[in-house]
């Protein structure tokens, strides 16, 4: 995810604010001119930063702090609140009915990802269960039509679109009548880009708004635009009636701050993120919990939400007595590792997680992915009795040759997995005890994902890290889960 820079450098200048022994307005006031400096950095507009700091300050009201007040955590929240507001117009976004046809156009410069984020969000709507399909209104772009229709083929679709037309206006409202008589409830229109804003570019998207009538119109915006997005955001805005704004690219290494003072020039929400090039690659926007990961302050209802809709397998009764023991075998490393590839991309968890966004490493999602299907493959050729640790087994060559040949890894690879099995069940030894009064509450064999929400959230909650030995034991545990597992190349396969 980008903008973690911007993030750290404004916990960051918290930090100091508050390690200062005297804290007055002339503390605030350089907090608050740091936290400006990384957003002008960060390329959100000037316009925006001094707009921001000004509502900052005002909202803080630092002379008529009581004494004993937290004045780190009141500047904290000013700050997530300022952020939240820049972020949020208040314009409802994109939310297609059911059960009637829903049209939405997207614009967008040629380039900045419109046509991949048209068929990701036709896909997005079809795991939904929504009947979506395609039109390709692209006609200017050679390419764009075949494009679309691999793309829709991918993930199932049907698409709409003509070879030999020119004519965009007619391909789409052709395409847009025929997916209307069948009864489709989202239609995507994906239209021309073109290099720069031109008046060409814009006299089509006009004459295509007027042809298709679409119920709503996404702007779609590369995330790593510096400045100069919030001129491209508005020109668009004036012309056409855009209702939301997807922002692509934001797995790149991209700043990413001028995609946010963009929003603010187009007054409409963020629905998505694009975060990647596959076609599952779309998060859906949530403000506040986007503006509480950049500023490290974690999500976690959003934690709490993604565990409980991300059908976690529990520990059986067997297993969780074992586990609250502070016994940890190498069948719960299994278990560990399926329930987090449910939880969907690790970077996204870990951000959720309070504290932590700082401490995710370099990499994809993909290759931890592919890092952690290369693991599983490995568990899978233990038996039950390795698995289960039973003391008389022993570690030896021959076992671990077998296992790397059942798997088809190196033998580096399957030491590499035993010395981090090792790591873990030490950690969890000494998490025994806690872990102990934790098991009280867990549902033996089951209980369901909303009980594991629970689970999950009394271990983030703060005091009960500290007593299992502070948040690094934890820290390292996901850490290693992102890092380790070997190099090669097990692919994942996905849209
Ligand atoms: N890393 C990354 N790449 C993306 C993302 N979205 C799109 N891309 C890539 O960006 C490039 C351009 O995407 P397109 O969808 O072809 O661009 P476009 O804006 O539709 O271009 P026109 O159809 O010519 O207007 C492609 O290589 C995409 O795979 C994203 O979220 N992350």
């Given at each position: 995810m980008v903008l973690e820079a911007l993030g750290s450098r404004i916990a960051g200048a918290l930090r100091s604010m508050s390690a200062k022994t005297v804290m007055d307005e002339e503390t605030l006031d350089e907090a608050l001119k740091e936290i400006a400096r990384a957003l002008l950095e960060a390329d959100v507009n000037v316009k925006q930063v001094s707009l921001l700091r000004r509502n900052i300050k005002a909202a803080v009201r630092w002379s008529e702090l009581p004494p004993g007040a937290n004045k780190r955590r009141i500047v904290q929240k000013a700050v997530f609140d300022e952020l939240c507001r820049m972020l949020d117009p208040g314009e409802p976004p994109l939310s297609p009915e059911r059960q009637r046809a829903n049209v939405v156009m997207f614009v967008g410069l040629q380039g900045n990802g419109k046509t991949t984020t048209c068929v990701k969000v036709a896909y997005y709507y079809k795991r939904r269960g929504y009947r979506t399909c395609l039109v390709c209104a692209d006609t200017f772009r050679a390419g764009a039509f075949d494009q679309l229709r691999q793309n829709a083929a991918k993930v199932r679709v049907p698409f709409y679109g003509s070879y030999e037309s020119t004519d965009a206006v007619q391909v789409a409202r052709d395409g847009v009548e025929m997916f209307r008589q069948q009864a489709m409830e989202v239609i995507v229109v994906d239209t021309s880009g073109r290099h720069k804003q031109e008046a060409a570019l814009f006299e089509e998207m006009a004459q295509l708004e007027a042809a298709v009538q679409p119920d709503h119109i996404v702007f779609v915006m590369d995330g790593?635009?510096?400045?100069a997005a919030y001129d491209q955001a508005l020109a668009f805005r004036q012309r056409v009636r855009v209702g939301s704004v997807i922002l692509t690219k934001?797995?790149?290494?991209?700043?990413?701050g001028g995609a946010l003072s963009a929003v603010a020039a187009t007054h409409a929400p963020v629905v998505f993120l694009g975060t990647g090039e596959h076609m599952d690659e779309l998060e859906a926007f949530r403000v506040e919990s986007f503006v509480g990961r950049l500023l490290g302050m974690g999500d976690v209802q959003g934690l709490v939400k993604t565990i409980t809709e991300s059908n976690l397998q529990n520990p059986d009764e067997e297993q969780m007595q074992r586990l609250s023991q502070g016994v940890f075998t190498l069948r719960d490393m299994q278990l560990m590792y399926g329930n987090l590839t449910r939880l969907g991309p690790l970077s996204q968890v870990m951000s959720m997680m309070p504290g932590m966004a700082e401490m995710i490493p370099q990499g994809s999602d993909r290759e931890t992915q592919a890092r952690i299907q290369r693991i599983m493959v490995m568990l899978d050729s233990l038996t039950a009795a390795e698995l289960d640790q039973t003391p008389s087994i022993k570690w030896d060559e021959s076992r671990k040759r077998r296992i790397a040949r059942g798997s088809g890894r190196s033998l580096a690879e399957v030491e590499e997995v035993l010395a981090q099995y090792r790591t873990v069940s030490k950690v969890w030894g000494r998490m025994g005890k806690n872990m102990k009064n934790m098991a009280h509450g867990m549902p033996a064999g089951g209980g369901g994902p909303g009980a594991l929400g629970q689970q999950m959230q009394r271990l983030f909650n703060p005091r009960m890290m500290q007593s299992m030995g502070g948040a690094g034991n934890l820290q390292r545990m996901l850490q290693q889960a992102m890092a380790s597992g070997g190099g090669g190349g097990a692919s994942s396969r996905r849209p």
């Open positions: 790593s635009m510096g400045q934001m797995d790149g290494h991209a700043r990413g």
